[in-house]
């Protein structure tokens, strides 16, 4: 994933720069909940400023049907000038002479943030006329938001057809990341994927199983793997339609000569709350009224052995139900193994997804490891090797 100009191409000064990152970012009762995104993008929102361009903030926010009141950005603006410290001015709307003439005003080093681009349903359709009317405001376009990457949407991806196109920090420092874990990784490397369902992640597991040389698979999935080798697993969270399918992922990892890690213990439960009494036992005593909740100590400490052997490790999806307590356990020790061997250097570590970010934050490990991605669905399709419309968009279009 290279072949894209970033801002060390771009002139910005003087000129208006449509800027798309994605502020789709948790609210609750009008304020932000979790500024991480905002805080990845301030230093290319600053950095344009500083170089006397002025900053047009573009992006979506939930997933609206046309206008409406709980939908806006503004608030979402409020916080990008919090998180900044400069004044971010806000437009009732992203396109329209409303638009055209605060962007017009603009001096350089300025910042503004437009109204949710999927107030027009031109957006999601990627319109051609809803695409030019976005481009009238600016002179460049710069992503920043790899989040959205995913959508060929006329923010994300429209936008680069028409102006200059370039990279902001933020995607730049992704995409090297993610160039470091998957198209040319230090080897042994290895992929954790957790997550309640293997149907989710069939996409995922094929494109993984030719690259990673050992795959580690946890969390509820796990339990259809060992059902689908014979194992009781009682009433663990498990899809035994898939139980052919799983069986045919582990042939095809014997195959390619990927070494396949499921659990050997685990936590279980009769009821699926926190504190809920609970043992340990290996998977082939889980009884009959009991579920996995965790992965268990022997467990565990293969995992960690395994990353101890591994240069590069990708990491998508927890092991257990860390949601409630003490179930969080495997999640949080594997973290902590894979935080310490990337503070010392032996190992490079990338970790995505939505529960992934969550289970990492709560594990309090996301400084240490190399690069934790904001991105959910985004992140899962660049790991199923899907091509993500608007990093290419970048790549082959000069404007
Ligand atoms: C996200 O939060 O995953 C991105 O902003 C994309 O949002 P979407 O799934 O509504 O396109
Ligand atoms: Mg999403």
Not at 162 to 183: C, N
Request: charged share 20%; glycine share 10%; net charge negative.
């Amino acid at each position: 994933m290279t072949g894209f100009r970033t801002l060390d191409q771009a002139d910005v000064n003087g000129k208006r720069v449509l800027l798309r990152v994605d502020l789709n970012v948790p609210v609750g009762e009008g304020t932000v909940s979790d500024a991480t995104r905002i805080e990845r993008m301030a230093p290319t929102i600053l950095e344009i400023a500083n170089k006397g361009g002025k900053v047009i903030l573009l992006s979506h926010f939930g997933r609206p049907k046309g206008p409406n009141g709980k939908e806006s950005l503004k608030p979402v603006a409020a916080e990008v000038a919090h998180v900044i410290k400069r004044p971010v001015a806000f437009v009732e709307d992203c396109v329209g002479p409303q638009a055209e003439a605060a962007t017009h005003a603009m001096r350089g080093g300025d910042i503004l943030c437009l109204e949710n681009t999927r107030f027009h349903a031109g957006e999601e359709k990627n319109d051609p006329a809803f695409a030019a009317a976005l481009a009238r405001l600016g002179d460049i376009w710069v992503n920043d938001a790899f989040s959205v990457s995913h959508r060929a949407h006329a923010s994300t991806e429209g936008l680069g057809h028409i102006l200059p196109a370039f990279a902001g920090r933020a995607m730049e420092a992704e995409l090297a990341a993610f160039r470091r874990v998957l198209d040319v990784p230090q080897r042994p490397l290895a992929a954790i994927v957790g997550g309640a369902k293997v149907s989710t992640k069939l996409a995922l597991l094929s494109n993984l199983i030719p690259r990673v040389d050992v795959l580690i698979i946890g969390g509820g999935m796990a339990n259809t793997f060992l059902a689908a080798q014979g194992k009781r697993i009682g009433k663990s969270l498990c899809e035994h339609e898939m139980a052919q399918t799983a069986r045919a992922i582990l042939a095809q990892a014997a195959a390619k000569g990927c070494e396949i890690v499921l659990p050997v213990d685990a936590v279980v439960a009769r009821k699926f709350e926190a504190d809920a009494p609970s043992r340990v036992v290996t998977v082939d005593d889980v009884g009959t009224d009991e579920m996995v909740l965790d992965i268990g100590p022997r467990t565990i400490e293969h995992v960690v052995s395994v990353l101890a052997r591994v240069k590069t490790l990708v990491w998508n999806g927890p092991f257990g139900a860390f949601e409630i307590e003490p179930f969080d356990t495997g999640t949080i020790e594997v973290a902590e193994a894979a935080a310490e061997l990337t503070a010392s250097g032996k190992i490079i570590s990338v970790a995505g997804g939505g529960d992934t970010v969550a289970a990492l934050n709560s594990a309090r490990v996301t400084e240490r490891l190399t690069y934790v991605s904001a991105a959910g669905g985004a992140f899962l399709e660049w790991l199923e090797g899907k091509p993500l419309p608007g990093v290419q968009v970048l790549q082959t279009c000069r404007g």
